[in-house]
């Protein structure tokens, strides 16, 4: 999940930055840049962003299990019989 934010944070970045430095008139060598390091960080704020979410998910789902399998084996108290 990390690595899949990191990518599309990224790559959206880098085209945005693209398009606003062709759309402004920037040189070149200035969109390239500033476009390169648009997609390095925020291809570092995704990837951090995807381990967290993928912690959260996974500590729910594990809490989910967790609570599923004790509630299955919870054995129920044998009903008393009463002698007269």
């Given amino acids: 999940m990390a690595r899949t934010y990191a990518g599309i944070l990224g790559l959206v970045a880098l085209l945005t930055s ?3 430095g062709i759309y402004h ?3 070149a060598n200035a969109v390239l840049f500033s476009a390169w ?3 390095a960080t925020f291809s570092a704020g995704g ?3 995807g381990s ?3 912690t959260v998910v ?3 789902v594990q809490s989910d299990i967790l609570a599923k399998v004790g509630t ?3 054995p129920e108290k044998p009903a008393v019989a009463s002698t007269p």
Avoid: K, N, P, Q
């Fill in 18 to 20: 693209l398009i606003l």
């Fill in 25 to 27: 008139g920037e040189a």
């Fill in 37 to 39: 390091l648009s997609l």
């Fill in 47 to 49: 990837y951090v962003i």
């Fill in 52 to 54: 967290i979410a993928a």
């Fill in 58 to 60: 996974r500590e729910s």
């Fill in 72 to 74: 299955e084996r919870t």
